[in-house]
T-cell receptor
Framework: NAGVTQTPKFQVLKTGQSMTLQCAQD?????MYWYRQDPGMGLRLIYY???????DKGEVPNGYNVSRLNKREFSLRLESAAPSQTSVYFC???????????FGPGTRLTVL | SQQGEEDPQALSIQEGENATMNCSYK?????LQWYRQNSGRGLVHLIL?????REKHSGRLRVTLDTSKKSSSLLITASRAADTASYFC?????????????FGTGTRLLVSP
């Protein structure tokens, strides 16, 4: 099992460009999450999907959109990238409503 | 807003020594979890302790939870160079219908051979 995979690993964007970060899990988990991690800070929740077909805002959703394409895949879209969105983005999944979360390796995004 | 605050921010010890990290939080919780992050990698779950538990062990890890003081500690015994990483506590607030973990700022642990 690959666990949680993310693509791309690295990305550089110019201000105003758009892109989609991809995430997939092969553990048949119901819940999926997107976090961002900035230097010296813990992770902050951007959006989550409690189950296939549902998505909800987390702590820092502004500037982002998500799609729960199916049970396996949860994508994060930046419609018009801003320098403040320079960060490392992590996708995670969990089997149920509560408990251990499994993380992907992250995407390092730089917005110039 | 960060609910969990870790202390110390950084810790440097020798192999074989014990490492203790503390986490304080602000609101009532359902559970508290500890994660490890190696440099440039994703987070790995270490241990989960529920609000009705006071202590939990997993291998060389010992976690305590004091809900009256809203604090938790993670003890790593007989540390190894491979334990070098950042450690984060994450809290699952009591009044949410769905788990939305709130992470602390982390403790950077350096274990020297």
């Amino acid at each position: 099992n690959a666990g949680v995979t993310q693509t791309p690993k690295f990305q550089v964007l110019k201000t105003g460009q758009s892109m989609t970060l991809q995430c997939a899990q092969d553990m048949n988990h119901n819940s999926m999450y997107w976090y961002r991690q900035d230097p010296g800070m813990g992770l902050r929740l951007i959006y989550y999907s409690a189950s296939e077909g549902t998505t909800d805002k987390g702590e820092v959703p502004n500037g982002y959109n998500v799609s729960r394409l199916n049970k396996r895949e949860f994508s994060l879209r930046l419609e018009s990238a801003a320098p403040s969105q320079t960060s490392v983005y992590f996708c995670a999944s969990s089997e149920g409503n509560r408990g251990e979360q499994f993380f992907g390796p992250g995407t390092r995004l730089t917005v110039l | 807003s960060q609910q969990g605050e870790e202390d110390p921010q950084a810790l440097s010890i020798q192999e074989g020594e014990n490492a203790t990290m503390n986490c304080s939080y602000k609101t009532s919780i359902n559970n508290l979890q500890w994660y490890r992050q190696n440099s440039g990698r994703g987070l790995v779950h270490l241990i989960l302790i529920r609000s009705n538990e006071r202590e939990k062990h997993s291998g060389r890890l010992r976690v305590t939870l004091d809900t009256s003081k809203k604090s938790s500690s993670l003890l790593i015994t007989a540390s190894r160079a491979a334990d070098t990483a950042s450690y984060f506590c994450a809290t699952d607030a009591w009044n949410t219908g769905f788990q939305k973990l709130v992470f602390g700022t982390g403790t950077r642990l350096l274990v020297s051979p």
